[in-house]
């Protein structure tokens, strides 16, 4: 058991006539590890690119409801009536009449 520690502390299993095996699962361990830290990589780029999403969404949803907020003022008729007023123009006092035409067939 001691000796077993002492030699793989002095690295003995590296270098020894039956090698090429421990150097196969080193490399084959060293090239998962790789392919797992890229993955992690990965996965964060993407959890940062849904979160500037999500955030982006959030100042669009607002910008609308804010834009849509300030239509619905413009288009009422008291705006309108505020406006036309500096322009000169007044509402009418007289109704409007329903004009009929009959088809001459």
Known sequence: MKKNIYNILKGTFLVSDD????????????????????????????VYEIARLENEVKEM????????SRLMK??????????MKD??????VIPPK???VKSQN
């Open 19 to 46: 090698s090429f095996k421990n150097w196969r699962i080193i490399l084959f361990i060293s090239g998962l590890a790789i392919v797992m830290i890229a993955s992690s990589h990965s996965a964060d780029e993407k």
């Open 61 to 68: 949803r607002s910008a609308f409801v804010d834009g849509r």
């Open 74 to 83: 413009l288009k009422m008729e008291s705006a309108v009536v505020a406006k």
């Open 87 to 92: 322009k000169g123009l007044a509402p009418s």
């Open 98 to 100: 329903k004009i009929k």
